[in-house]
């Protein structure tokens, strides 16, 4: 199960299978986080890709964010 981490909502789910999470498709889930990767600003973003460096290191790495 997969929620969202502001209103702890259901937003998917998944199977672990051989170390693996497989997300199940369903429209819900779908929407559900097309929404919410639509709310996260730039800034968010790259610090959730890059393993959540400080705000100082995005800064040096992305000095036009």
């Known amino acids: 199960m ?3 981490v502001l ?3 259901m937003i998917g789910e998944g199977v672990f299978i051989n170390g ?3 997300l ?3 429209a819900c ?3 559900a986080l097309q929404a919410q990767l639509k709310s996260i ?3 968010q973003l790259w610090h959730r890709r890059l393993a959540h460096p400080s705000e100082l290191v ?3 790495l992305f000095p036009n964010l």
């Open 2 to 4: 997969f929620q969202d």
């Open 7 to 9: 209103t702890m909502k």
């Open 20 to 22: 693996l999470y497989y």
């Open 24 to 26: 199940c498709k369903n």
């Open 29 to 31: 889930f779908t929407q």
């Open 41 to 43: 600003d730039e800034n």
């Open 58 to 60: 995005l800064s040096k």
